[in-house]
C-alpha cells in the first residue's frame, strides 16, 4: 500500500510540474511548438535539462523515436549527405562571431559564422526524416550543447544517420591534419600548399631519389613481406643537414604522394599543450595507429624532443601498443642534438639522409635554372660564363641562399631608374658578396653511420618556406556550409516526407 501511495504521489508531482512549466499556446513561436517549452524551461531552475527535453520530445511526438547525442565527432550540420533546414528561422537563436579573411585573398573582410544555442531542423537523409533539436545551458563550470533526433520510425533509423555522419567527418577532404596545442585540427590550406610540390621541383641525384623514394612508398607496398619475416610494420627516416637544402620540399612531396596513395599524413607542429608534452605524444601515436597505414612527420625533431618527454616518445616510437603501418619522418637541422638513443638505434629511425649544401656542379644546375627563367627578359644579359662563375663565387652556399641572391639582384634592378643601369652580372656578384659577408661559418656536420648523403637537394623554383598552421583557426567546412543550413527557402527540394510545420504536434 505504502509503495502505491508513493507511486500515485509521483505521479501527482509530476503532473503539476507539466502544468507549471508548460504555458498555454500564446501564438508566439507557433512554427515550433517546442520552443516556448524550451525558453520557458531554460529561465527556470533545473538540474538536468537534457532529460526533460527528452522527455517533452517524447510527449509533443508520441510514436516517434527519440536518440540524444553529443556532436563532437558526428558535426551533423556539416554532413554534405542530408538536406538540412530550420524547421522555423524566427525560432532559430544563434550568436554571431566574426572570422577575418586574409586580406592578400581579396574580397569581403571576413565570414560571420552562426553559433547555434537553441535550434530546430528538418533533416532528410536516405529516403527518411528526421528532426534534430541543438540545445546549448550552462551546466556546473561550462557549457553543455545536447542534440537530439526525433524520428517517425526505429531508433536504428537515427543511429544509421549518425554513423554516416561520424564516418564523413572522420575522412579528410583535401584536408591535412594537424596536431597543434593538444588537439588534431583538419587543414585545407596546408594541403593546398602540399599540392604544389613535385619532384620534378627538387633535383635531387638519381640514386639518392630513386632510394628515397624507395624508402617511403615501398615500405607500404611490403606488408606481407613485413609479415612473412615476423618483423613489425614500421619504419623511421630521419632527414638533416643545414637548413634551405630542401628538406622541406622533400617532405612536402612526399606528403603530397601519400595522400594521394591514400597513406595520410600527421602533421605534428608541438608537443606542447594543456595535457603536458607526454599526453600529446599519446594522442598523436593513438591518432596515427587509428589512421595506419599513414605517415607521421616530425619537422623540426631536435625541437621537439628534449630530455624531459625523449624515454616517453621512445616508448610511443617501440610501439608496446602495437604500430603496424606507421611510418614516421622526422627533420632537423642539427642532428648532433639528437640522442643517440632516438637516432643512432637501427629500429626507430633506420634510415637518415643528409641533404647537405651543393657542390659545384648542383651549383650552376641551379644558377641555369634562372638562366632559363630570365631568358625570355631582353634587358637581362645571362651568357653561360656567368652560370659557371655564380658556381664558383658561391661555394658553401645553400640553395636557399643562392635563390635570395637572385631575387635581392631582380629586386634591386627594378627599383634602378634611367640608362645607366648596372648590369645584372654586377648586381648579382655585388649580391653574392653581401651575403658572404652575412653567412655564418657552420659546423661541420656529422659523419653519421649508415646515412644516405648528397649534396644535392636542390629546389629548382622559388618554393615558400613550409607554412605551418596558423593559430587562428580556419572556417570549417561545417562553417562554409552553414549558408546551407539556415537557408529556410521554401523552394529547396526535400527527398521523403518532410514533416509539415502545422502538422507537428503542441503539448496542450
Not at 177 to 184: C, S, V, Y
Not at 447 to 475: I, N, Y
Amino acid at each position: 500500500m505504502a509503495g502505491m501511495n508513493a507511486t500515485r504521489h509521483l505521479e501527482v508531482l509530476e503532473d503539476a510540474f507539466i502544468k507549471v512549466s508548460f504555458q498555454e499556446d500564446s501564438g508566439i513561436g507557433a512554427d515550433d511548438p517546442f520552443y516556448d517549452d524550451w525558453v520557458n524551461q531554460s529561465s527556470a531552475r533545473f538540474s538536468e535539462p537534457s532529460v526533460y527535453a527528452a522527455r517533452t520530445l517524447r510527449e509533443l511526438h508520441p510514436g516517434h523515436s527519440v536518440v540524444l547525442f553529443q556532436d563532437y565527432e558526428t558535426s551533423i550540420l556539416g554532413f554534405s549527405g542530408a538536406l538540412i533546414q530550420p524547421v522555423s528561422a524566427s525560432n532559430l537563436i544563434t550568436s554571431l562571431f566574426f572570422v577575418p579573411n586574409p586580406r592578400h585573398n581579396g574580397g569581403p573582410p571576413g565570414t560571420l559564422v552562426d553559433s547555434v544555442k537553441y535550434g530546430a531542423f528538418r533533416v532528410a537523409w536516405n529516403q527518411y526524416d528526421f528532426l534534430l533539436y541543438i540545445l546549448r545551458y550552462p551546466q556546473g563550470l561550462g557549457i553543455n550543447t545536447q542534440h537530439y533526433l526525433v524520428h517517425d520510425g526505429p531508433e536504428e533509423h537515427s543511429r544509421a544517420l549518425l554513423m554516416a555522419a561520424g564516418g564523413y567527418k572522420a575522412q579528410l577532404h583535401e584536408e591535412i591534419l594537424i596536431f597543434n596545442q593538444g588537439f588534431w585540427q583538419k587543414d585545407h590550406s596546408l594541403w593546398v600548399e602540399v599540392q604544389k610540390a613535385n619532384w620534378d621541383d627538387v633535383i635531387l641525384k638519381d640514386k639518392f631519389k630513386h632510394d628515397l623514394k624507395k624508402d617511403v612508398f615501398g615500405f607500404f607496398d611490403s606488408e606481407d613481406l613485413y609479415k612473412q619475416l615476423a618483423i613489425p610494420w614500421k619504419r623511421g627516416l630521419i632527414m638533416y643537414g643545414p637548413p634551405g637544402n630542401g628538406k622541406t620540399i622533400s617532405m612536402k612531396t612526399i606528403m603530397k604522394d601519400c595522400d594521394a596513395k591514400g597513406f595520410a599524413p600527421l602533421y605534428v607542429k608541438s608537443f606542447k599543450s594543456w595535457m603536458g608534452e607526454e599526453g600529446s605524444m599519446a594522442a598523436v601515436f593513438n591518432k596515427a595507429r587509428e589512421m595506419a597505414p599513414c605517415v607521421v612527420v616530425l619537422e623540426d625533431l631536435d625541437s621537439l624532443i628534449n630530455d624531459q618527454n625523449r624515454s616517453f616518445f621512445l616508448n610511443q616510437l617501440d610501439g608496446l601498443e602495437g604500430n603496424d603501418g606507421l611510418l614516421v619522418i622526422g627533420s632537423t637541422n642539427h642532428f648532433e642534438r639528437l640522442d643517440p638513443a632516438l637516432s643512432g638505434r637501427p629500429s626507430r629511425f633506420d634510415r637518415k639522409y643528409l641533404f647537405d649544401d651543393p657542390d659545384r656542379e648542383e651549383r650552376a644546375l641551379y644558377a641555369k635554372y634562372w638562366q632559363q627563367k630570365l631568358a625570355s627578359n631582353k634587358s637581362i644579359s645571362f651568357p653561360d660564363s656567368l652560370v659557371d662563375d655564380v658556381a664558383t663565387w658561391t661555394p658553401k652556399f645553400s640553395f636557399a641562399y643562392l635563390k635570395e641572391a637572385f631575387v635581392s639582384t631582380l629586386v634591386l634592378l627594378a627599383g634602378i631608374e634611367g640608362d645607366d643601369k648596372p648590369s645584372f652580372a654586377d648586381v648579382l656578384h655585388g649580391q653574392i658578396r653581401s651575403l658572404r659577408e652575412q653567412l655564418d661559418k657552420e659546423p661541420e656536420q656529422l659523419d653519421v653511420p649508415g646515412a644516405f648523403t648528397t649534396s644535392s637537394a636542390t629546389v629548382a623554383q622559388p618554393v615558400p618556406r613550409f607554412r605551418r598552421a596558423q593559430l587562428a583557426k580556419p572556417v570549417s567546412s561545417r562553417v562554409s556550409l552553414q549558408g546551407r543550413i539556415f537557408d529556410s527557402s521554401d523552394g529547396m527540394s526535400m527527398p521523403g516526407q518532410m514533416p509539415s510545420v502545422r502538422a507537428m504536434p503542441r503539448m496542450g
